[in-house]
């Protein structure tokens, strides 16, 4: 087979390159991958301003936010104004699978969608978790500590879903009623972290300070409001391009994430879509855990301003040489 091919219109190119260092697979293995998964994909990431990340020959992978200018005109965008930067950004919607094959020629290797649609007037649609373990860690950790999290919904009436994140960790997302405030659902999320910790404090913490979790599982609860999370299906710019793939929570004892990759992902799937078939009906908040939240200081601004305090600290106490 040629390195150059035309698919859905989309001329690719130097397919039979590999991905990146590590990658075990080329740029057709993604290419192929995405098409295979594409419209399950495209579901994920249907209107929803999308940042990619991509890896070219030779450099550091970097983030894509803005679009090119030789982006071609037919690839569905939407333009929202960043209040960080002060200026307009030009986001790609992930509407098609043709939009796929042509990021994928651009050797887009991840798909991060916004938790907010383009219409944000619906509010966020899924409230998520991501439990990090540290690195010294083994998998079964971060599975560990999704547990807590399971049982700390289920405490409030809740229910989610679960998927690897690709990397060491997993995510767990709970759907969402339209409608609801942005505030709030980050407030909930910060309660479910915070009780799911108070299950299990040896094993999970919520320290947003990476000096203050003591070995334990993260339970990062800052997925919220304009902040973008890696879509089910997507690939990974991790050793063999592993997948985020959807589990079912009876199955998660026994995978890992290296279990599903670009190449191995398309025949496990078959024809399923377990992100799709594993998902709860849309949920409201219960109004214990809003209320509970709003209590909980944001982790960012808190880790913010506890640096400040550490480092003044430090600099009114030096420590003497040794």
């Known amino acids: 087979m040629g390195s150059e091919e035309v698919r859905d219109g989309v001329t690719l190119t130097n397919l039979d390159k590999p991905l990146f260092d590590g990658a075990e697979a080329t740029k057709r293995d993604l290419v ?19 940042s990619v990340k991509r890896v070219r020959p030779g450099q550091e992978p970097f983030m894509q936010k803005n679009l090119p200018k030789y982006t071609p005109d037919w690839l569905p965008r939407v333009a929202v104004w960043a209040e ?5 950004v030009t986001y790609a919607l992930g509407n098609d699978v043709r939009t796929l094959l042509w990021f994928g020629n651009q050797r887009a290797v991840e798909y991060h969608p916004t938790l907010l649609l383009a219409d944000r007037s619906q509010g966020p649609t899924h409230m998520i978790l991501d439990l990090d373990p540290p ?46 405030a942005i505030d709030d659902v980050a407030a909930a999320t910060r309660a479910v972290a915070a009780r799911a910790e108070r299950l299990d404090p040896d094993l999970a913490t919520t320290a947003f300070i990476v000096e203050d979790r003591g070995g334990r599982v993260f339970l990062d609860s800052t997925r919220a409001g304009g902040a ?18 959807p589990v079912g929570w009876s199955d998660l004892d026994n995978i890992t994430p290296r279990d599903f990759t670009v190449r191995s992902a398309p025949t496990q799937l078959g024809d399923r879509d377990p992100w799709a078939d594993e998902m709860p009906e849309p949920q409201t908040l219960p109004a214990d855990l809003v209320e509970e939240g709003h209590t909980i200081p944001v982790a960012r601004v808190q880790a913010m301003h506890e640096g400040k305090r550490r480092a003044r600290a430090r600099r009114e106490n030096p420590q003497p040489e040794s």
């Open 32 to 50: 192929d991958y995405l098409e295979a998964v594409g419209e399950r994909l495209v579901r994920q990431l249907r209107d929803r301003p999308l």
């Open 84 to 88: 960080s930067s002060h200026r307009e």
């Open 135 to 180: 690195p010294e860690q083994p998998f079964r950790q971060a599975v560990l500590a999704a547990k807590l999290i399971r049982e700390a919904l289920a405490n409030d009436g809740l229910a989610g879903a679960v998927k690897t994140s690709g990397a060491k960790g997993v995510h767990v997302f709970v759907p969402l009623v339209p409608g609801l």
């Open 228 to 245: 973008t999370v890696v879509a089910a299906y997507s690939p990974r710019i991790r050793p063999g391009t592993t997948v985020s793939f």
